[in-house]
């Protein structure tokens, strides 16, 4: 076959294997389609699909196919950062900023730690760590991993559960949008290399001087055309802070969190994050599940997948607990908000991605962050909708 028709039956393969379970399984209600296709996508790489197949796995997923479904997952992953870095609305939050600043910071503070710890236990064993990272790179990226919220599955998971649009919906989201600022920030922080620090410091004076010159070329323009010149926007903030050594991630976060949302129809923006989600993402997902490692054994990576779940939904759980007692939330309140702001998927997979790419963790640890994040995001709906639906009130009680 051509590498074009072994291209063809790879993307045959990524569409049609997670519908189907999702479909035919009717897994929705513990796992909607975006987290069967990260779990087909562990499948089908070389920890599951690699070592009981091997010959068909290294046939359907040749490096000069890898490579081109990469290309393809870049730019996808690109484009999703974006339309999250559009949809952060921290005015809202800064008109609450007593109630959403301490809610968010011990919404992320308290997992960090909690993270953190693990991370440190990790330490010394071989295996974890990356070859390029130090000691406190790892732990703090470990930390962040477990704090992340995954605001745009987040959306999506309270659009499902009818509380989006609710006071208690957009409370949950002012909370997010402060972490997700405070999450990206510490990226940067771990991704700072002195051996580019020139670089980076052009990069972020340039970007600040640029980004004002756009924002006033965004508002003089039609909105068809801000359609266009966002995306021309995005490549330029991925190509500058790739070449700055930030990863091309950071640049796609910043340029969408430099625009406004109100520039953009709502419902448009709402429509291209779900065709992202359909047509491209889906490839990130197989691209994230071909760096799926067991080789410290599949017992030892469980294992550690384990405690950084717990680290993870109970430092989430007391943070947000604490934060409804000092703020004194109505009994129950703070339950539903720590397990909705404990959803990873596909911001923590993207941030694991980055830690991976820059030689922070290994491919164990970033099998085991993966795991976790699955775990945390199948463990949402069904935990939360039964208390929404015994205490459907507290949705209706404004701030």
Not at 200 to 207: G, K, P
């Amino acid at each position: 076959m051509s590498n074009t028709e072994i291209f063809l039956l790879a993307m045959l393969v990524i569409f049609t294997l997670p519908y189907l379970i999702w479909r035919v399984g009717r897994t929705d209600y513990y796992a909607p389609l975006v987290v069967v296709q990260i779990i087909t996508g562990i499948l089908l790489g070389p920890g599951v699909l690699g070592n009981a197949f091997p010959e068909v796995y290294k046939f359907v997923f040749a490096p000069t196919i890898v490579h081109s479904l990469n290309g393809i997952a870049w730019w996808a992953v690109m484009l999703f950062v974006m339309i999250a870095g559009i949809e952060l609305d921290l005015r809202k939050a800064w008109e609450h900023k007593r109630e959403s600043s301490i809610t968010a910071g011990l919404a992320l503070c308290v997992p960090l730690m909690f993270g953190s710890v693990v991370a440190m236990a990790m330490l010394p064993t071989d295996g974890w760590m990356g070859s390029k990272a130090l000691p406190w790179q790892f732990v703090l990226g470990i930390g962040m991993a477990c704090a992340v919220t995954a605001l745009p599955i987040l959306i999506l998971l309270m659009e499902k559960m009818q509380i989006l649009r609710e006071p208690m919906g957009q409370r949950i989201l002012r909370y997010a949008s402060v972490d997700d600022i405070a999450i990206w920030g510490v990226l940067a922080l771990i991704m700072l290399d002195w051996t580019r620090v020139g670089r980076q410091a052009i990069f972020l004076v340039s970007f600040a001087i640029v980004a004002y010159l756009f924002r006033r070329l965004m508002q003089s323009l039609a909105e068809r055309d801000r359609w266009f010149v966002s995306l021309i926007w995005l490549a330029i903030c991925a190509l500058a802070a790739d070449w700055a050594g930030l990863h091309f991630m950071v640049g796609a976060f910043l340029a969408g969190a430099v625009m406004d949302a109100e520039w953009f129809d709502q419902e448009k923006m709402d429509a291209l994050r779900h065709h992202v989600l359909l047509v491209m993402m889906p490839v990130f997902f197989l691209s994230t599940g071909l760096k799926t490692n067991w080789t410290l054994g599949g017992v030892t990576v469980f294992i550690a997948a384990a405690a950084l779940l717990v680290a993870a939904i109970s430092g989430k759980w007391v943070g947000v607990q604490l934060a409804g007692r000092i703020l004194k939330w109505q009994k129950g309140e703070a339950s539903i908000i720590a397990w909705l702001l404990q959803t990873k998927a596909l911001i923590m997979i993207i941030f694991a991605n980055i830690l991976l790419d820059k030689g922070v963790i290994t491919d164990a640890t970033f099998t085991a962050l993966l795991l976790m994040a699955i775990g945390s995001t199948m463990l949402t709906v069904p935990v939360v909708q039964p208390k929404l639906n015994k205490l459907r009130e507290l949705i209706q009680r404004s701030t």
